[in-house]
């Protein structure tokens, strides 16, 4: 049976997110606020305010103690989750909306995108910039994940349909751009041990790349009718799940040599 988690329109909520471990749920409203809900009891926490204008999306760090939020505001806010207090000032992007932010898997980094071709860093800890922008993309970055020591993170460019991966030590990008998508990356994930990154793309076909070359693992994988906009790797990493706008959902095994 489900539970209704209940607001007053116009407060339309969207992105929901649980938090680790799932004692909470946050929400991002078009009202301007984020909401923390009790999942269990399907009751409202906590109602955080700051944005001017719709929440975006949210996500929690992976210990759960910080939350991020985006606005159509053009900024990122930081937030303690068991307070509702603001971390340090509002992140202030340089264009346009957030496209895609993450936590790395430590909590030390939060990278964002937004309407510009840059990708930024900060320190969660204290709301501050950490280092200098990665830039270089063709076009926005539409996504962005880091693999699973935090030492790698993929980007996706709407304007030339590449994914660029950075070694965020040096900051610099590995190798070429990663090209074969022919229209824009919206899902990507790192397998278990970072050597591969899968890609699902507008185009319909996923994708596996050498993360070390950048180069292609195999032929594309071609099941799905437009648009792949999610896929996950299993945690031993022989088995790659995709969902795509034709309402399918494909499992696909991974070989031994694509698995890593």
């Known amino acids: 049976m489900s539970t209704r988690l209940a607001c007053r ?31 269990v009891a399907g009751r409202l926490v906590r109602t955080i305010t700051g944005h001017v204008g719709a929440v975006q999306s949210v996500v929690f760090s992976p210990d759960g103690r910080r939350l991020a939020s985006a606005g159509a505001d053009k900024t990122v806010r930081l937030w303690q989750s068991g307070t509702g207090r603001a971390i340090g000032e509002a992140l202030k992007t340089s264009e346009g909306p957030v496209y895609a932010m993450n936590f790395s898997p430590d909590g030390k980094l939060l990278a964002t995108s937004d309407g510009g071709n840059v990708v930024r860093l900060w320190d969660p800890a204290t709301g501050g910039a950490a280092g200098g922008p990665l830039t270089g993309s063709a076009g926005p970055v539409l996504n962005l994940t880091f693999n699973r020591n935090g030492k790698l993170l993929a980007t996706s460019s709407g304007g030339d349909n590449t994914v660029r991966l950075w070694d965020l030590e040096t900051r610099r990008q590995i190798a070429v751009p990663l090209t074969g998508h022919t229209k824009p990356v919206r899902a990507m994930r790192f397998s278990p041990r970072g050597r591969v990154l899968a890609t699902g793309g507008d185009d319909g076909t996923v994708r596996l790349w050498d993360t070390t070359t950048g180069s292609p693992k195999g032929s594309p994988l071609l099941g799905h009718e437009g648009q792949v906009w999610a896929l996950r790797i299993s945690p031993d990493g022989k088995r790659l799940i995709t969902a795509g706008v034709d309402d399918k959902v494909r499992l696909w095994p991974l070989t031994t040599r694509n698995a890593a």
């Open 9 to 39: 329109p116009p407060a339309r909520r969207r992105s929901p997110v649980f938090s680790p471990g799932g004692r909470l749920v946050a929400t991002a409203g078009n009202d301007s606020t984020v909401r923390l809900w009790n999942p």
